[in-house]
Antibody, heavy 120, light 108 residues
Framework: QVTLKESGPVLVRPTETLTLTCNVSGFSLSDATMGVTWIRQPPGKALEWLAHIFSNDEKSYSTSLKTRLTISTGASKRQVFLTMTNLDPVDTATYYC????????????WGQGTLVTVSS | SYELTQPPSVSVVPGQTASITCSGDKLGDKYACWYQQKPGQSPVLVIY???KRPSGIPERFSGSNSGNTATLTIGGTQVIDEADYYCQAWDSSTAHVLFGGGTKLTVL
């Protein structure tokens, strides 16, 4: 059974750095056909893709956010981390991690999401 | 930058067919996916690779993709299908994931 679960702070102050963790089970990031992606959704708004990472350490970032994002995996290949710097209230959103298939970019399993609020 | 455009809202009478479009330049050259999201829940994949249904997705969900438009069709729409629907494509040249702005489907 494939599961993904996000964890991280609920409240972040403006200008601070956010680090989110995605714990995965039921598949391994050692599998060449699969990766993990981060997607966010501000309250009442649309989904926005942020970044993804595949087993060969291939990474890709949203053009508009690439200077603020870093995606990485843990040594066990069961964790994926997303770091976002210089947080702003507009970054308030539910952050999802999800599994992405390499060939066609299909996002087939999603975590439950974690709401991050940026406020002083 | 590449954009996917969806209508903000679509309404359908129960039992009728609902069609939700997603437009983008030469979208038919890419593979399209569709996700259903109900309030307070994570998105769920309902169509991938233009017209394939994941296990557990009802047969009334179908998809097509040609030219500049991908379409999600829900035949015999039920009240439980009321949700937000997002299209998504994969830009193989940049390895970027692209999302449409979402369509709120109202079943009334």
């Amino acid at each position: 059974q494939v599961t993904l679960k996000e964890s991280g702070p609920v409240l972040v102050r403006p200008t601070e750095t956010l680090t989110l963790t995605c714990n995965v089970s039921g598949f391994s990031l050692s599998d060449a056909t699969m990766g993990v992606t981060w997607i966010r959704q501000p309250p009442g708004k649309a989904l926005e893709w942020l970044a993804h990472i595949f087993s060969n350490d291939e990474k890709s970032y949203s053009t508009s956010l690439k200077t603020r994002l870093t995606i990485s995996t843990g040594a066990s290949k069961r964790q994926v981390f997303l770091t976002m710097t210089n947080l702003d209230p507009v970054d308030t959103a539910t952050y999802y991690c999800a599994r992405i298939r390499y060939s066609f970019g299909t996002v087939d399993y999603w975590g439950q999401g974690t709401l991050v609020t940026v406020s002083s | 930058s590449y954009e996917l455009t969806q209508p903000p809202s679509v309404s359908v009478v129960p039992g009728q067919t609902a069609s939700i479009t997603c437009s983008g330049d030469k979208l038919g050259d890419k593979y399209a996916c569709w996700y259903q999201q109900k309030p307070g829940q994570s998105p769920v994949l309902v169509i991938y690779q233009d017209n394939k249904r994941p296990s557990g997705i009802p047969e009334r969900f179908s998809g097509s993709n040609s030219g500049n438009t991908a379409t999600l069709t829900i035949g015999g729409t039920q009240v439980i299908d009321e949700a937000d629907y997002y299209c998504q494509a994969w830009d193989s040249s940049t390895a970027h994931v692209l999302f449409g702005g979402g369509t709120k489907l109202t079943v009334l």
